[in-house]
């Protein structure tokens, strides 16, 4: 799975001019693709991507169905429009917006029960990673977010390692680096689920994935994918959905 993450970019016509640029040249990838846009973008993408084999993504969602939340997007409202995938728990929304794992835990529930499905996010800062505890901190993380999943549930996640300090940096973890926190993942989902069902799950690599080092990092064993942000924005996300 090649996940493009649009962050707080294009408006919705800009969006479409993207969208409709990225289909013609995708054409039918051998891979799922999904484009995670701004929600004001979610309708007029979903419209230019209605006959392709691109999935409809979003960045983020409440928990509760309805309510008195001001500003808040719901489940139920993602399906509605046609909504498949919807990125959960993204570092930049624990950073700047309040993100729990708790928090995280109650929209991963709900997202499933709603047939969303979920990209959960996980990944240690520079600071974790120099004191030797990012797999320790990424298992933390991922245990709480997951929490209370059925095995049938935790087969539609998708988890996406992103180590924060290779985000926008330009820094891209080696791909040895990711490898051994993926593979640390899917053990950790083989303890919390079983291996089959952590065999199932995609655990895709996060931060600077770009179109020359995308085939290296995709060709290890527990990488089943990226999740993009800045090269998303661009035609050289094309060449990443051919990998
Ligand atoms: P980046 O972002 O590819 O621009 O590093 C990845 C992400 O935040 O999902």
Redesign the pocket.
């Known amino acids: 799975m090649v996940a493009g993450?649009w962050?707080m970019h294009m408006t919705p016509s800009e969006a479409v001019s993207l969208a409709e640029m990225l289909k013609e040249k995708i054409g039918s990838p051998a891979c799922e693709v999904v484009f995670c846009v701004p929600a004001i973008d979610l309708i007029p993408v979903g419209q230019v991507l209605a006959d392709s084999a691109i999935a409809l993504g979003a960045q983020n969602m409440h928990f509760e169905d309805k309510g008195a939340f001001t500003g808040e997007i719901s489940a139920p409202m993602l399906c509605d429009v046609g909504t498949k995938y919807v990125?959960l728990g993204?570092?930049?929304r624990r950073q700047y917006f309040g993100e729990t794992d708790e928090t995280v835990n109650l929209k991963v529930r709900k997202a499933l029960s709603c047939g969303l499905l979920p990209i959960v996010?996980c990944g240690e800062t520079l600071a974790q990673r120099e004191e030797g505890i990012t797999e320790e901190w990424v298992r933390m993380q991922l245990k709480k977010d997951l929490q209370g999943l059925t095995f049938a549930e935790a087969e539609k996640l998708t988890v996406?390692y992103?180590p924060i300090w290779?985000?926008?940096?330009g820094k891209t973890a080696t791909t040895a680096q990711a490898q051994e926190v993926c593979a640390a993942i899917r053990s950790l989902l083989a303890e919390m689920f079983d291996r089959e069902t952590a065999q199932a799950i995609r655990i895709l690599y996060?931060?600077?994935?770009?179109a020359g080092n995308c085939k290296a990092l995709f060709a290890m064993p527990d990488i089943d994918g990226g999740?993009?942000?800045?090269?998303?924005l661009k035609e050289e996300f094309v060449k990443l959905t051919e990998e």
């Open positions: 993450n962050k990125i993204h570092s930049e996010c996406a992103e290779a985000i926008g940096t996060g931060g600077s994935v770009n999740l993009v942000g800045g090269a998303s």
